[in-house]
Nanobody, 125 residues
């Protein structure tokens, strides 16, 4: 079992920024691509963003493109999701996961091998 730990969720106002983090064991961090999904109350799980294991390519959903940015900290085995200009519709539980999927399949949650416990983001208007 992979042990992923998310952190950084909070309650903020619209227009604010937050940085979420997902820490993985070293071997996991170096082996897998890592992605973020979110699930709002009453809605389906939604792909947010993903970054490949060497950090060369990042993928974003249209709903967050231009506002969210992924980065990898190789010293801390952590992937960060910088979220700027947050909107109320960004309110959700955010989960990170690991996958070996290719670029086409990386937004598909079914390709992910394991998940963290989630961190809650609430954006008030």
């Amino acid at each position: 079992q992979v042990h992923l730990v998310e952190f950084g969720g909070d309650v903020v106002q619209a227009g604010s920024s937050l940085r979420l983090g997902c820490t993985a064991p070293r071997r996991t961090f170096n082996t897998y691509h890592m992605g973020w999904f979110r699930r709002a109350r009453g809605k389906e799980r939604e792909f947010v963003a993903a970054i490949n294991r060497d950090g060369e390519n990042a993928y974003y959903s249209d709903s967050v493109k231009g506002r969210f940015t992924l980065s990898r900290d190789t010293a801390r085995y952590t992937v960060y999701l910088q979220m700027n200009n947050l909107k109320p519709e960004d309110t959700a539980d955010y989960y990170c996961g690991v996958t070996l999927a290719n670029a086409v399949s990386i937004p598909n949650w079914k390709t992910y091998a394991d998940w963290g416990q989630g961190t809650q983001v609430t954006v008030s208007s």
